[in-house]
């Protein structure tokens, strides 16, 4: 993850340089916040990865003379298709409208949002895709 660690922080340093000049040449609000926002979102994100990085010890990507078929091997879990993140969507879009219309949409909402993300969260406990 090094190489993403410095990918990012190169983005924030960008960032951070361009906000005062930005600043300076436009005295612009939105946008300088918008790019101190970026450069703390950047700074962030590389403190993680950092941290992450110095958590792995030795990853192929990472070592100069890594090869591919260093990464072979089961790499985790990957989901198939799933209906449930659609259904969630659509319930949160009742949610949403709900806070439009009225209250008693956005209560309806709530309750089938709880039972889609409860039913999101234990899919793999059940049925065909259980392990």
């Known amino acids: 993850m090094k190489a993403e660690t410095w990918t990012i922080v190169g983005v924030g340093i960008f960032f951070g340089l ?38 792995i010890p030795g990853r192929p990507e990472d070592r100069s003379d890594g090869e591919i078929a260093d990464g072979a091997g089961e790499l985790g879990f990957f989901p198939p298709y799933s209906w449930w993140p659609l259904f969630t969507a659509a319930a949160l879009a009742v949610v949403v409208l709900g806070v439009v219309f009225g209250w008693w949409l956005f209560i309806i909402g709530s309750g089938i949002l ?11 406990y059940r049925g065909i895709h259980a392990h």
Request: hydrophobic share 55%; aromatic share 18%.
């Open 114 to 124: 709880g039972v889609m993300v409860v039913g999101w969260v234990f899919e793999y």
């Open 18 to 55: 361009v906000s005062p000049i930005y600043w300076l040449l436009t005295n612009d609000w939105t946008g300088t916040t918008a790019l101190v926002m970026t450069f703390l979102l950047c700074a962030l994100l590389g403190f993680y990865l950092g941290v992450v990085a110095n958590q």
